[in-house]
């Protein structure tokens, strides 16, 4: 079964930077593409960002392109999100997510069979 586990939040400045972690167990991590969403209080989950099997192609979201990057060690097991310029509408829990499905990054989160229980970012102005 399919298990992750996010670290790596906490509590930052605007304009900070944060990493984000993610370990993946229980099944073979290159066979997963993987994303990242979050959700803030009252509002509705995020896609955030996306990584293929292999790294060959990348998908971020709107609001966050250009200041976040998301990566992967597949011989580490581990995504990652490399948080900049942070700002206070940064401010949610964010959650990793696997698929095993080809094709390409997956933005939609139906598209996800698997979620980790989230790490909170929150961003002070």
């Known amino acids: 079964q399919v298990q992750l586990e996010e670290s790596g939040g906490g509590l930052v400045q605007a304009e900070g930077s944060l990493r984000l972690s993610c370990i993946f167990s229980?099944?073979?991590?290159?066979?997963?593409?993987m994303g990242w969403f979050r959700q803030a209080p009252g509002k509705e989950r995020e896609f955030v960002a996306a990584?293929?099997?292999?790294?060959?192609?990348?998908h971020y979201g709107h609001s966050v392109q250009g200041r976040f990057f998301v990566s992967r060690d597949n011989a580490e097991n581990t995504l990652y999100l490399d948080m900049n310029d942070l700002k206070p509408e940064d401010t949610a829990v964010y959650y990793c997510?696997?698929?095993?499905?080809?094709?390409?990054?997956?933005?939609?989160?139906?598209?996800?069979?698997?979620w980790g229980q989230g790490t909170q970012v929150t961003v002070s102005s």
């Open positions: 997510a696997a698929t095993a499905l080809t094709g390409g990054v997956r933005i939609a989160a139906r598209e996800y069979a698997y």
């Open positions: 229980g099944a073979t991590f290159n066979y997963y593409a």
């Open positions: 990584i293929s099997q292999r790294s060959y192609s990348t």
